[in-house]
């Protein structure tokens, strides 16, 4: 069963209202919670590349991408967990993992699923609230650690 039903969030995922790439966030997180997350990507299955400045690279340790100098190539991590869907990661600050999706890729119920899975195998990896918030800062989703699973948040 779907942790959510497309009709019940059809109009929070339109990009015309919610806007075409949505921010989503692991907050409260470390140098430790980036590196993990390179290992999941790294050890996922799915289609991934690191660049710096657009620039092809090999993806270096988390320490290594947070502790760059302020002139330093701009780094993005790309993730592909399917072909015609891409999530990219903006590495800036240990703070926080960013990220964000165009939702042209997601709609309909299987766009939906996908994004419930990449949020809930990211959350449950590093034991933490995933959210999604449109381009005005509207929480849309959320993935629930507590829960285990994708809900709207109240």
């Known amino acids: 069963m779907?942790?959510?039903?497309?009709?019940?969030?059809?109009?929070?995922?339109?990009?015309?209202t919610a806007?075409?790439?949505?921010?989503?966030?692991?907050?409260?997180?470390?140098?430790?919670?980036?590196?993990?997350?390179?290992?999941?990507?790294?050890?996922?299955g799915w289609t991934w590349e690191y660049t710096e400045d657009e620039v092809p690279a090999d993806l270096p340790t988390a320490q290594a991408?947070?502790?760059?100098?302020?002139?330093?190539?701009?780094?993005?991590?790309?993730?592909?967990?399917?072909?015609?869907?891409?999530?990219?990661f903006r590495p800036w600050a240990a703070e926080s993992i960013d990220f964000d999706v165009d939702l042209r890729e997601l709609q309909?119920?299987?766009?939906?699923?996908?994004?419930c899975e990449f949020l809930g195998t990211i959350g449950r990896h590093l034991g933490k609230t995933v959210t999604m918030?449109?381009?005005?800062?509207?929480?849309?989703l959320a993935f629930d650690p507590a829960a285990d699973r994708v809900v709207v948040p109240a």
Not at 11 to 16: F, G, H, K, M, V
Not at 20 to 29: C, F, I
């Open 2 to 16: 779907p942790d959510l039903l497309w009709d019940d969030v059809r109009s929070s995922l339109d990009p015309a």
């Open 19 to 44: 806007g075409e790439l949505p921010d989503l966030r692991v907050a409260d997180t470390s140098v430790a919670d980036w590196q993990a997350l390179f290992e999941l990507i790294r050890s996922s």
């Open 65 to 88: 991408v947070l502790d760059r100098s302020e002139d330093a190539p701009m780094p993005a991590l790309e993730v592909r967990p399917v072909p015609d869907v891409l999530m990219v």
């Open 108 to 115: 309909g119920q299987r766009g939906l699923d996908l994004l």
């Open 133 to 140: 918030v449109t381009e005005d800062d509207r929480p849309v």
